[in-house]
């Protein structure tokens, strides 16, 4: 138990101490988010927060590490290198996004190589649980492709409901909560460590994200958070024998799910790409239906979190 304190502090104090580091070298740099018709702020804020994140995740990480190497823990420590790794291969091509722009199919073949990699490293859906049954083992072909549309999927999730002062931070970190204490219900400790790591990085953050923002996750931060948690929930939820193991994760991330498969088939169906940005986003139905920016905020924050005490239950009556 302490250390899980340990990971949470560290992660939380960490992103405490960087962002404001960050602050200040995006706004020196202009690396700033100009306001336009699509967005709701109406002065340049910094982005590339997620190098905050990525810090104060990486040093709760490799204390983490540390500390499971000196007492002899049992963790598998190769998915954890491979996620770290991978996660700092998000962040970089999110960071090169913040800072001069790159083209979506760029940003998603790097994606896929990041995927690929934690893939490789056992980062694997290799079976799916149901409550029929039981196990039903997948193969070759359908794990790897379920795989990369897992963990790009949600990775560009979490990407498109960033679109309000702290919405996606607080969303990761409600998730990254829950998955959490379903880990520790699977005894799935190396997930555990992770998604501990990204609850306190994302609550340390969202002191400097939540209205009015002083910076903004940039597609760093949102690929970033997205990312942690698909592969997390892999090693925690997916790979477990758990019956409900399948519904779990898609009831935990289901308000960014969700909202990304709605604006897919609206864009497709409106004859556009799935790529181009609109303003048709949950979180701007709420500001147009005459809630508050924080009002909105805190609709979806109660949303995910109903639908996380919902699945946990699931989690603990199994």
Same mark, same amino acid.
């Given at each position: 138990m302490l250390l899980y304190f340990g990971i949470f502090f560290i992660a939380f104090f960490a992103t405490i101490f960087f962002t404001p580091v960050v602050i200040a070298f995006a706004s020196n740099k202009g690396i700033v988010d100009q306001p336009n018709a699509r967005k709701v702020h109406i002065s340049p804020v910094p982005r590339l927060g997620g190098a905050g994140i990525f810090l104060g995740f990486a040093f709760a990480i490799v204390f983490a590490l540390l500390w499971a190497w000196y007492f002899g823990m049992h963790i598998k420590f190769l998915p954890i290198f491979g996620i770290l790794i991978s996660s700092f291969i998000i962040f970089a091509v999110g960071a090169v996004d913040d800072i001069k722009g790159l083209k979506p199919l760029t940003k998603f073949v790097w994606q896929l190589l990041a995927s690929a990699v934690v893939l490789f490293l056992g980062v694997e859906i290799n079976f799916i649980s149901n409550p029929f049954n039981g196990i039903f083992p997948l193969t070759l072909f359908l794990s790897v492709p379920l795989t990369l549309i897992w963990l790009t999927g949600v990775t560009n999730a979490i990407n498109l409901i960033d679109g309000l002062d702290g919405l996606a931070t607080g969303v990761a970190a409600i998730s990254a909560g829950t998955l959490f204490f379903v880990a520790l219900r699977t005894h799935e400790i190396g997930a555990a460590i992770i998604l501990l790591s990204i609850t306190g990085a994302a609550l340390g953050f969202l002191r400097y994200n939540f209205f009015p923002a002083k910076i903004f996750l940039g597609d760093s931060g949102s690929y970033l958070l997205g990312f942690l948690l698909a @592969?997390? @929930? #892999?090693? *925690? &939820?997916?790979?477990?024998?758990? &019956? &409900?193991?399948?519904? #779990? +994760?898609?009831? #935990?991330? *289901?308000? +960014? #799910?969700f909202d990304t498969i709605f604006a897919i088939g609206r864009r497709l169906g409106n004859g556009k790409s799935p790529f181009a940005a609109d303003n048709k986003h949950i979180h701007h139905m709420l500001l147009r239906a005459g809630f508050t920016h924080r009002?909105?905020?805190f609709a979806i924050y109660i949303a995910c979190f109903l639908l996380s005490i919902g699945a946990l239950l699931m989690a603990l009556r199994k």
């Open positions: @592969a997390s @929930a #892999i090693m *925690g &939820v997916f790979k477990t024998t758990l &019956v &409900v193991a399948l519904i #779990i +994760p898609l009831l #935990i991330l *289901g308000v +960014p #799910i009002e909105a905020v």
